[in-house]
């Protein structure tokens, strides 16, 4: 064993120096290309990550922009049901249908939005929810007044046929010279008691029109001041859904915007409920008359 180890040493101890040069060398070398290859595979496993969390941060900012885009629709025509309810030729089941159809919309923004965007779309759903069940409340009795207007405008027109059926039974009677007194009398009685009927249900329909004109008008201004509120709580909503979609904006210059809106819109309803009155009991005196 020792000879072997002797003839070893003797081997190694005519290898020339610049072998081990070159030995020492390649290891260096090896050795750098090694910690390289590996330096580079873990910045190539990095940025293959980053590539991925950002290809991931970019579907997630799509999809909530997307969601977001089409919920302030939802809000947008959820806001217009308050003021459509005003308009007396919408029934409450259109302006309901046309609110309830943007619901879905809003419940998705729960999957994308953060704590803060979700806290001020309950606060806006809550205050919405309020303000459209008070204003139903309200638009309810002004569609009960309606029916009874449209009911009598019905027997108005129902008498108008029963008279003109006795005026005509008394051309008649004038033509063929019947010297029926009795019977004619009789019919100018029904005739008298029709026109009586046909008088005071008119005039019935002009007091009641007038009630209705007299409601309607406060009715349209607190939907415009229901609207005004409701608009004021999106305020923290779009911040806070901005921030998220990283489009800062700022919650009180905003906030003051609208406060230096409403006033002005207000003045301009003020002015047109002023100056509608007059003109709208001629109209609509003369739209019952000709139907």
Same mark, same amino acid.
């Given at each position: 064993? !020792?000879? %072997?180890?002797?003839?070893? #040493?003797?081997? &190694?101890? *005519?290898? /020339?120096?610049?072998?081990?040069?070159?030995? +020492?060398?390649?290891?260096?070398?090896?050795?750098?290309?090694?910690?390289?290859?590996?330096?580079?595979?873990?910045?190539?496993?990095?940025?293959?990550?980053?590539?991925?969390?950002?290809?991931?941060?970019?579907?997630?900012?799509?999809?909530?922009?997307?969601?977001?885009?089409?919920?302030?629709?939802?809000?947008?025509?959820?806001?217009?049901?308050?003021?459509?309810?005003?308009?007396?030729? !919408?029934? %409450?089941?259109?302006?309901? #249908?046309?609110? &309830?159809? *943007?619901? /879905?919309?809003?419940?998705?923004?729960?999957? +994308?939005?953060?704590?803060?965007?979700?806290?001020?779309?309950?606060?806006?759903?809550?205050?919405?929810?309020?303000?459209?069940?008070?204003?139903?409340?309200?638009?309810?009795?002004?569609?009960?007044?309606?029916?009874?207007?449209?009911?009598?405008?019905?027997?108005?027109?129902?008498?108008?046929?029963?008279?003109?059926?006795?005026?005509?039974?008394?051309?008649?009677?004038?033509?063929?010279?019947?010297?029926?007194?009795?019977?004619?009398?009789?019919?100018?009685?029904?005739?008298?008691?029709?026109?009586?009927?046909?008088?005071?249900?008119?005039?019935?329909?002009?007091?009641?029109?007038?009630?209705?004109?007299?409601?309607?008008?406060?009715?349209?201004?607190?939907?415009?001041?229901?609207?005004?509120?409701?608009?004021?709580?999106?305020?923290?909503?779009?911040?806070?859904?901005?921030?998220?979609?990283?489009?800062?904006?700022?919650?009180?210059?905003?906030?003051?915007?609208?406060?230096?809106?409403?006033?002005?819109?207000?003045?301009?309803?003020?002015?047109?409920?002023?100056?509608?009155?007059?003109?709208?009991?001629?109209?609509?005196?003369?739209?019952?008359?000709?139907?």
């Amino acid at each position: 064993m !020792s000879d %072997l180890l002797q003839s070893f #040493a003797q081997l &190694l101890g *005519k290898i /020339p120096a610049t072998f081990w040069g070159v030995v +020492v060398g390649s290891l260096f070398t090896l050795t750098g290309i090694y910690f390289t290859n590996r330096a580079g595979d873990r910045r190539l496993s990095l940025q293959l990550q980053n590539d991925r969390e950002l290809k991931n941060r970019e579907r997630e900012m799509t999809f909530r922009k997307d969601t977001y885009a089409a919920a302030a629709e939802a809000i947008a025509v959820s806001v217009s049901a308050l003021s459509k309810l005003s308009e007396l030729s !919408s029934s %409450l089941r259109e302006v309901s #249908a046309m609110q &309830l159809e *943007k619901s /879905p919309v809003l419940a998705k923004v729960n999957l +994308v939005a953060g704590e803060d965007t979700i806290r001020a779309l309950a606060n806006f759903g809550t205050g919405f929810a309020g303000a459209f069940f008070r204003l139903t409340r309200q638009r309810m009795d002004l569609d009960i007044l309606r029916e009874q207007i449209a009911a009598k405008v019905a027997l108005v027109k129902s008498f108008e046929k029963t008279r003109d059926a006795m005026i005509e039974l008394m051309r008649h009677h004038n033509i063929e010279g019947t010297q029926d007194a009795q019977r004619f009398e009789a019919i100018q009685r029904n005739y008298e008691f029709e026109a009586g009927r046909i008088a005071t249900t008119n005039q019935e329909i002009q007091q009641m029109t007038a009630e209705l004109s007299a409601k309607h008008f406060p009715f349209a201004k607190q939907c415009f001041v229901e609207t005004i509120h409701i608009n004021r709580l999106l305020v923290p909503l779009l911040t806070a859904a901005r921030k998220e979609l990283e489009l800062p904006i700022s919650e009180e210059n905003y906030a003051e915007i609208l406060h230096q809106t409403y006033p002005t819109l207000e003045g301009q309803l003020d002015e047109f409920i002023q100056n509608i009155p007059a003109v709208n009991a001629v109209t609509s005196t003369s739209q019952i008359y000709s139907e």
